[in-house]
């Protein structure tokens, strides 16, 4: 199956690299580069999950797919000299809240040290035109403000992983500065707490809940008052795409911070989601176990994207409540349907998705959907 047109068609024929494919967000933008006809090229630990996406996707049989470590620069340096990708999307971290307060030193290697691995292998590589490093929206210092954060806003963090993130950020700045301003277009993204079918990450919301609903268990809310500028894993992976197209075809003009957020700039409470999770799921409920004492995190944070917006002409095109219906569907379908559940058609199930997303996005006349195409399938 491969989708015509779509970013410009500046991923067709594209040897890429992607960092971190074995996860959640990583899998379905392998998968989605694949219907774009780029050549896409994966290094990454193992699953950190299972069941995970990449798993029963069997992407392990459908791309480059190297076992590696981005700690290990020799290894990270050897894989792009020998697969020769122009472009690299960064995205391998350790990406769990909770778990930076249990191995700390983990987090900052991975999350800082890898990146610097990367970003060294990006500057002594010819081959390598553009690089994304994606982030997360808690890269900034969380002042609980009620209006969205901007990405000329001071970065920081109170919490071993937002501070690691807010340092990946300042590195890739040293990097474009110092080495990249007159030769490679490098970028990064910080996007949105990231939900949709696929993910069975622990310590994350939305994993967590579907786990609960399908063993038919209570789901368990550490902060239900928390507000979360909550965003499809399609519409991430569309502002990523869309910024990478951009550094592909204007170069430097497009160099830099960018975030990528939902529609709901005032987000939505955790609260609000699981309940509006269990009604979508038809059945379950939740218990809030918000306990005095428990590790620190930010109750208010909001995302502003206008800057996407006006020069990269990208919005997001589910809403909060479709983001999460369609995440629920996927679960349901992989809970309930035998068919579904046979690792061999997850792969076609995931460009179903992608299919639909598109779809919609060219009802919604977005930019980087213009196409006399839909989809073609071919094989």
């Not at 160099?255 to 709901?264: L, Q, V």
């Not at 009604?279 to 939740?286: C, L, T, V």
């Amino acid at each position: 199956m491969e989708m015509i047109n779509y970013f410009g068609d500046v991923f067709k024929g594209l040897p890429v690299l992607i960092t971190g494919h074995t996860g959640f967000k990583g899998s379905w933008l392998s998968i989605w580069l694949q219907a774009l006809g780029a050549k896409v090229i994966g290094y990454s630990l193992p699953a950190p999950t299972q069941p995970s996406h990449f798993s029963i996707t069997h992407l392990d049989q459908k791309m480059v797919h190297i076992t590696g470590d981005i700690c290990h620069y020799d290894k990270i340096y050897d894989t792009i000299q020998e697969h020769q990708p122009a472009f690299v999307f960064h995205l391998a971290a350790q990406s769990l809240v909770l778990k930076s307060y249990t191995d700390p030193k983990e987090t900052f290697d991975a999350n800082v040290g890898g990146t610097v691995n990367v970003l060294e292998a990006v500057r002594n590589s010819e081959c390598v035109k553009g690089c994304l490093v994606i982030t997360t929206d808690k890269c900034y210092e969380n002042k609980e403000w009620t209006w969205g954060y901007r990405e000329n806003d001071t970065l920081g963090g109170s919490d071993p992983y937002s501070a690691s993130k807010a340092m990946a950020e300042l590195a890739t700045q040293a990097y474009r500065a110092s080495f990249f301003e007159s030769s490679k277009c490098v970028a990064s993204a910080r996007a949105g707490n990231v939900i949709g079918g696929g993910d069975f990450s622990d310590f994350r919301l939305v994993p967590d809940s579907m786990k609960a609903l399908m063993s038919n268990k209570l789901i368990e809310v550490r902060n239900p008052h928390s507000v979360r500028p909550w965003l499809h894993v399609l519409d991430a992976l569309s502002g990523y795409l869309c910024l990478a197209q951009n550094l592909l075809q204007h170069e430097q003009t497009f160099a830099g911070a960018w975030n990528f957020g939902p529609m709901e700039q005032q987000g939505v409470s955790v609260e609000a989601l699981v309940q509006k999770a269990v009604d979508y799921w038809g059945e379950g409920d939740w218990i809030n176990l918000e306990a005095i004492g428990q590790k620190r995190e930010m109750h208010l944070l909001r995302l502003n994207w206008d800057q996407a917006a006006h020069h990269l002409k990208w919005h997001p095109v589910y809403n909060w409540h479709e983001a999460l219906e369609d995440t629920v569907k996927w679960f349901k379908a992989f809970h309930n349907d035998p068919k579904v559940a046979d690792n061999e058609n997850m792969y076609q199930v995931a460009l179903d998705h992608i299919k639909k997303y598109c779809i919609y996005a060219q009802k919604r006349e977005l930019k980087w959907a213009e196409s006399k195409n839909l989809l073609a399938v071919e094989g």
